[in-house]
């Protein structure tokens, strides 16, 4: 019995003592927000590996992805579920190509709702508000809300041409590199809402 609870006893501090330390996020305050948005313009493209979930009044889908996209909008996506792929879309200036075919909506948020939900900081001639803790950024198409102290999103808008209008919701803050990211984005469009679960993620900064 004492051999079993010594043998426990040096387990749990062994995975103790290799649990990932919490990293706080660094603090920005008092740095101007335009130039805390440009220093992330050297990144051109991401690769990601994530959960999706597509929600549609009571129906639900499930899936996995993998993600190439560039800073311009052009990306390889491909969806799998239960290990198969389900998915395959690719998008090259503004052509859309999918197998299977998909309904314009989808198709909205898997290319252009993925690029700006992603390349949160992008955004161009805005002006600034500041109230409560948040940086409030808004141009004709966007606006985007920024914690003042940690420079982080947490929730944006963007308006289409058609009228129709994407919300982004940003949570769980993690680190690739010297990045910090949203590991989980909830996508609000048309009469879907889509949850993004980044698992990996790496960002190109090559020109």
């Not at 992603?118 to 809300?145: H, M, P, Q």
Request: net charge neutral; with cysteine.
């Amino acid at each position: 019995m004492l051999k079993t609870v010594l043998r426990l006893f040096l387990l749990s501090t062994v995975l103790f003592s290799c649990a990932a330390p919490h990293i706080e996020m660094p603090i920005y305050e008092g740095i101007d927000v335009a130039d805390a948005l440009n220093s992330k313009n050297r990144i051109s493209a991401i690769d990601a590996v994530f959960s999706i979930i597509f929600e549609k009044h009571d129906t639900e889908i499930r899936g996995d992805g993998v993600l190439n996209i560039s800073r311009n909008g052009d990306l390889n996506l491909r969806v799998y579920s239960f290990g198969f792929l389900a998915l395959e879309l690719t998008s090259e200036n503004g052509v859309i190509k999918s197998v299977p075919m998909i309904d314009r909506t989808r198709g909205t948020i898997l290319t252009y709702g993925l690029r700006d939900c992603l390349f949160w900081w992008d955004i161009k001639d805005f002006e600034v508000a500041g109230k409560e803790g948040i940086y409030l950024l808004k141009n004709l198409s966007r606006t985007l809300w920024i914690d003042k102290k940690t420079m982080f999103p947490i929730k944006q808008t963007v308006s289409l041409e058609d009228g129709r209008e994407f919300n982004f919701y940003y949570e769980n803050p993690e680190k690739a590199g010297d990045i910090w990211y949203p590991s989980k984005i909830r996508i609000e469009f048309s009469k879907y809402s889509v949850t993004l679960k980044i698992k990996d993620i790496s960002f190109n900064t090559g020109v």
